[in-house]
T-cell receptor, first 111, second 113 residues
Framework: EDQVTQSPEALRLQEGESSSLNCSYTVSGLRGLFWYRQDPGKGPEFLFTLYSAGEEKEKERLKATLTKKESFLHITAPKPEDSATYLCAVQAVMEGNQFYFGTGTSLTVIP | DAGVIQSPRHEVTEMGQEVTLRCKPISGHNSLFWYRQTMMRGLELLIYFNNNVPIDDSGMPEDRFSAKMPNASFSTLKIQPSEPRDSAVYFC???????????FGDGTRLSIL
């Protein structure tokens, strides 16, 4: 069964048009939730870690939030350089610290 | 600081050949991970090491896959014999400790003909 589901699969935004990406998870015993950015031909680049419901982290135009069953990555006034695939990963306590990645949201920001 | 270094960046070989992928983790990191990425399945964890010891290899698809970490600064992922369905991008990542953010290399793009 799917442990991590990301939506939408793809998102096109006009420059300056804010939106949110969703990551929902079904693992029991969350040790941590991680957001990464991946550019074509590159490895994922770490953005944020969230450990408990209610936690929020911010970096430039990005803000990540966490509830008991999902996380959101909010993008405020995006720029074309924010175009990338955004990946969510969870680490599960009960499955021996296993890491599960979602399949990502491909974001395109149009000038 | 140098990040995670993987080699080769690209590998094209024929079915049945042995393939060896290499990884140098970030100095001081105690955990190392091998992933495979495909369009269909996304990123899949194959195996991870803690302090050079394999902890969980449940993601290794078959006995044709093996991984070693002889010391803290080097790991290999070997496929023998290789098959076309092994074609994917293989990533190595390291972290300071097991539950800290992982830092990824730029991957090895493997094509098995």
């Amino acid at each position: 069964e799917d442990q991590v589901t990301q939506s939408p699969e793809a998102l096109r935004l006009q420059e300056g048009e804010s939106s949110s990406l969703n990551c929902s998870y079904t693992v029991s015993g969350l040790r941590g939730l991680f957001w990464y950015r991946q550019d074509p031909g590159k490895g994922p680049e770490f953005l944020f870690t969230l450990y408990s419901a209610g936690e929020e982290k911010e970096k430039e135009r990005l803000k990540a939030t966490l509830t008991k069953k999902e996380s959101f990555l909010h993008i405020t006034a995006p720029k074309p350089e924010d175009s990338a695939t955004y990946l969510c990963a969870v680490q599960a306590v009960m499955e021996g610290n296993q890491f599960y990645f979602g399949t990502g949201t491909s974001l395109t920001v149009i000038p | 600081d140098a990040g995670v270094i993987q080699s080769p960046r690209h590998e094209v070989t024929e079915m049945g050949q042995e393939v060896t992928l290499r990884c140098k983790p970030i100095s001081g990191h105690n955990s190392l991970f091998w992933y495979r990425q495909t369009m269909m399945r996304g990123l899949e964890l194959l195996i991870y090491f803690n302090n050079n010891v394999p902890i969980d290899d449940s993601g290794m698809p078959e006995d044709r896959f093996s991984a070693k970490m002889p010391n803290a600064s080097f790991s290999t992922l070997k496929i023998q014999p290789s098959e076309p369905r092994d074609s994917a991008v293989y990533f190595c990542a390291s972290s300071l400790v097991i539950n800290q953010p992982q830092h990824f290399g730029d991957g090895t793009r493997l094509s098995i003909l």
